[in-house]
């Protein structure tokens, strides 16, 4: 069993450059589906999610080059397939992102329930009823998803209960062949929507309004392959500089738009972390103790839920007591027990978590209980005393690459190791 060792106490300070982001990445290959032929994407993170989804296109016909490390040539020319393999979208969530190209190119799809990080219901409701209302129609049966546009996807107008990403990113892309206008309400604004709009605009679709609340779609006839970089991954440049506001700093923290975090990087601020804007990412660094401040997760423009374990591991040292309030996933307070096994003080009230500061935390074994709870206790076991050991690494591996190398390349004392898998038999 694979797991992740760092021995606390020392600064960082460096350079680290993130990698294109995964949110995007995986949607944009999805998107691939409805352009036949040819196309490129550069700055792809080379994780375990993108070599999950290269699987699914593979699967439905598609051929794939990987040219280096972070260049994928997707050949999606002989895709005939509509059926999407359990095995893999069991294993993530975004799988459900081909749902919306393979409707557009073939009028149906069947797809699995999803998997991925079990933070919570995280329903596939919205996209369903948003799809119905363009004139999908859909059969569960035996754990697939079985959709359908018999007369094709006729555009109108769709209002989105909550701003979910997903169903507005299924949406777009189900309405770039449909017949007329699609007109998007209450549409998430995330920069991974906008990253895939204009992928799509490249292409020949016809999509305005991307970032924000309102996007409009006309249908066009087809489109045609295109080569296509990766906005930069705000949430793991986000990550390294909660690694840097705890551990000293500076780190110049490059590859991404600082104004994909705005509000994180404003809380930050006012926690004490010192923060210098660049063109192209941040330079963080702070001294002392940081200060409390309540956070509460919101979409895009609102702090990011995906940055509220970084952000959790942060306020469980700073001076004072704060609420954090988690208004997206329900379930993503896993990460309080795990470091409150390294002492911090943390007591859970329903969606909402008061984190009292201490002043040190120790080492610990502790498990990766999602994606981004993993990263974040490896943050915390950068100021432990003592040694920490993070298991059930293959969550951080499905979003960050290279994750253990770079906080290396800062000067953090971690590094990766196989111990043995004991298991209790009968």
Known sequence: MDVIKVEGGLPIHGEVTVEGAKNSALKLMAATIMAPGVNTLTNVPNISDVHVMGKVLKRLGATIEVVDEHTLVIDTTNVNNWETPY?????????????????????????????????????????????????????????NIHASAPNGVIGTTVTLEFASVGATENLIMASVHAKGTTVIDNAAREPEIVDLANMLNEMGAKVRGAGTPVIEIEGVSELHPVTHAVVGDRIEAGTFIAAAAMAGGPVRVRGFNPDHLGLVLKKYEAMGVKIEREPDGVIASSEGRLKSVDIQTLPFPGFPTDMQAQTMAMLSLADGQCVITENVFENRFMFAGEIARMGADIR??????????????????????????????????????????????????????????????????VWRDTVPDVSVED
């Open 87 to 143: 095995e893999l979208v069991a294993k993530m969530r975004a799988s459900t992102a081909v749902m919306g190209p393979l409707l557009a190119r073939f009028g149906k799809a069947v797809v699995a329930m999803p998997g991925g990080c079990n933070i919570g219901a995280r329903k596939i409701d919205l996209h369903i009823l948003g799809l119905e209302a363009l004139g999908v129609e859909f059969e569960v049966a035996h754990g």
């Open 348 to 413: 859970i009230e329903g969606h909402h978590a008061i984190v009292r500061g201490v002043e040190r935390l120790s080492g610990a074994q502790v498990e990766s209980p999602e994606l981004r709870g993993g990263a974040s206790l490896v943050l915390a076991g950068l100021v432990a005393e003592g040694e920490t050991t993070v298991s059930n690494i293959y969550h951080i591996e499905r979003g960050y690459e290279r994750f253990v190398e770079k906080l290396r390349g800062l000067g953090a004392n």
